[in-house]
Each structure stands twice: as structure tokens, then as C-alpha cells.
């Protein structure tokens, strides 16, 4: 409240001298450096009064390893060749985190089977891994799939809870628990590596989830470019939160058909699936096989996240005279939920097996997909988002399994 007693003519106290006002100037121009005004021959600056962060002791990813790779990669003359750069070095260095992993999951599967062996000497009972860990799309911060065949029992529950108790006085286990979820699974930490190892016993679900597996295993297979594809979105998924079907986000076997509806259908799809057999010189495809790889990626960000409208489109699956399995979007008559995603296994029944039924969190999905096509398309280096691929997945890399 204004001082009634104060004239308004009265002027403002004074602000000290001149050596006062320099030893404040002085405090305040701490870091000079943080800011530089851009040369006005400097391409990157907006205008000649830019001001911009100095970019040149940027992160380097870890998937390069040294900066020197990813400068490599920076020099590409295009978005999607630097994305290609990117994502081949981030399959190398997941490859390198997976290779390392396997020795310590199949060590934990052969104690499993002697520890079923002990318990049901006459039964011939196996343990055998499935999903991601067997497709060859698995990541090192997954859990693994594992199905245990031959256990002598015909109460599933009962099976679950002994199957259970056995694994809790096994020393190369830390914890235990059986989560009721549609298939019945006994969830293992692994000691040694703090592992998470996911156990279920062989039922018709579990048979589904083999042979679904076989799907994918022969996709991959068949379309090298799926498995980068794949592994970058699991990843960019999994640091969204947005990777688990029981909170609403897309399962793996759900993104992995995604990605195989989208491969089918993409324009010049043939460079994809002639890759491995060179036949494809018919001189009209105008995609560098170079940048094949950040091409895919950009276009499946684009269509899934600014194109698709997963609220009144379906995808369901047939085979062709040939014998293939393809893909077709149809008109949804009926609300049947967030997503629509017909399984493969069942090419016949429109509707009636939707892998995306769980999927509530779609729409926070699509969201993610958009922000990252336009953050992607649009990117400028900074210490946070060093490369065009850190908009998607953080350069430190992924958090170990064991802190998850």
C-alpha cells in the first residue's frame, strides 16, 4: 500500500556508487560463457540475434561407444542415414548387453530343469523359453518367458503353488510369488543377477504364446529391417511407461504385429523384403538402402502417430493363395475397445482374438508416437537430446534389470 504521507514527486533513494554497481555487474557476469551469441555466418542461428547454448561438448550416446562414431553418424546427409547410423550402433551395442545375458539365462534354465528333474525324476519334465527371449527381440531389461512342459498334475493352481514352494528353497533364487493374471505365472528373481524370469506351466495359453511365438520368429527372420524397428520401439516404449498390458500400455506380441502390419504395407516395401536377396533392380524404389533403417522408423513414428486412428480402424490377417500371411485394415462397426489388433494365429476370426483388448492407455501411446515423429523430424542437438535417436531413448542407455 502506497505511503499517503510520500509526495509523488519524491525521488527514488540512491543506488550506490559506481564501484558498488561493478561489483554487482561483476557477480552477475559469473559465467560469461553460458551463452554465446551466434556468428551471423553461423547457419544454425535463426537470425543474426540468436542466442543459443554451446553445443560442442555434447553426451555421447552409449551405444557409440567414442565420439568419434558418433560424429560418423552426424555427418550422414540426411535425417533418416544419421538414424540409420544410430539405430544400427544401438542394435550393435544391445546385441553386445544380450550376448553377455544369455549365459546367465540359460545357466538359471538349466538349474530350473534339474531342480524339476529332482522333484519329478519319472515325469520327463523341461523347461523351454519363449516370447522375446526366443524370437530374437528380447532385451536385457525384459523379463524371460519360460514354460515348464510335463509337470503330472491337473490342478493348474495347486501345480503353481508347488512349483512355487520348490523355486523358494533353490539358492540361486532371491524371490518368489505366483501372480494370478491370465496365465497363472510363477515371477523369479534371480539371485545372482536380479533377473526377473517369468514361469508358466504348459497350458493352452502357453501353447498360444508358443505359437505365436513361431510367428514372429519367422517374420524377423524373413524382414531383417523388423528387428532394429522393433528394438528401438520396445525401448522407446518401455522409458514412456507404456510397455505393459496390465496398465493399459502394448504388449510386445502387440507392437511386434504393428510393426509387421506396417512393413507389409509401406511404400517400396520390396527393399525390405528382397534385402537379403539383392533381386530388387527394378530402378523404381526411391529409398536409399542406406537409410532404409531411419526410414522405417520415421514412417512407423508418421503413420501410427499422426495417420492411423486406432478408434474405428481394425487390422486383422489372412493368408494369401501363396500361402503368406498379409495384413488388412477394415472399418470397426462396433466399439470394441482402444484397439482392435486381430491375432495372426487365428486368420479366420475377425474380431474375436484381439492381441490389443488391454491397450486402455492407446491413445497416451499414439501421443507418444507423435511427439517423438515431430521431435525426431525436428531435432537440435543439445545436452540432453544429443543425436536424433536421444529423442527417443535416453543417450546413458537403458536401466539395468536390477533396478527396474
Known sequence: ???????????????GS?????????????HPKTLTHAAPDDDSSLHP?????????????????????????????????????????FVAYTNTEVESAQNSVQDSITRLN????????????????????????????????????????????????????????????????VVGTKVMVVKVILKHCGRRMDIAVETADTQHGLAATEIVRAAVMSIPVMRPLVLVLKTFLREKGLNNAFTGGLSSYAL????????????????????????SDDGDNDVDEHDEVGTVLLGFLEYFGTIYDHRCT???????????????????????????????????????????????????????????????????PSRFTPTPLSQMIHWSGPVPAAAV
Open 256 to 279: 511386434v504385429l504393428l510393426c509387421l502390419h506396417y512393413l507389409l504395407h509401406r511404400p517400396h516395401n520390396r527393399v525390405i523384403a528382397s534385402s537379403s536377396s539383392s533381386e
Open 18 to 30: 559506481p564501484s558498488e554497481l561493478s561489483a554487482i555487474a561483476s557477480k552477475m557476469m559469473k
Open 314 to 380: 481394425g487390422i486383422t490377417w489372412f493368408i494369401n493363395p501363396v500361402g503368406h500371411l498379409e495384413s488388412v485394415e477394415y472399418e470397426r462397426k462396433v466399439r470394441q475397445g482402444p484397439l482392435v489388433l486381430d491375432d495372426p494365429i487365428h486368420p479366420h476370426d475377425r474380431g474375436v482374438y484381439n492381441v490389443g483388448a488391454g491397450a486402455y492407455a492407446m491413445a497416451r501411446v499414439v501421443t507418444a508416437l507423435e511427439n517423438a515423429f515431430y521431435a525426431t523430424t525436428f531435432h537440435r
Open 1 to 15: 500500500m502506497r505511503d499517503p504521507e510520500r509526495h509523488l514527486d519524491e525521488s527514488p533513494p540512491p543506488m
Open 49 to 89: 540475434g540468436h542466442f543459443k547454448r554451446k553445443t560442442n561438448k555434447l553426451p555421447t550416446p552409449v551405444w557409440f561407444g567414442d565420439p568419434s562414431a558418433a560424429s560418423t553418424a552426424a555427418s550422414a546427409s540426411t535425417l533418416a542415414g544419421q538414424l540409420t547410423s544410430e539405430v544400427h550402433a
Open 114 to 177: 534339474a531342480t524339476l528333474d529332482k522333484k519329478w525324476p519319472e515325469a520327463a519334465c523341461h523347461a523351454t523359453c519363449f516370447g522375446s527371449f526366443a524370437s530374437g527381440l528380447w532385451l536385457p531389461t525384459s523379463d524371460v518367458d519360460v514354460v515348464v512342459h510335463g509337470i503330472p498334475s491337473t490342478d493348474l493352481t495347486s501345480t503353481q503353488e508347488v512349483l512355487a514352494a520348490l523355486l523358494s528353497t533353490e539358492p540361486w533364487v532371491r524371490h518368489v510369488s
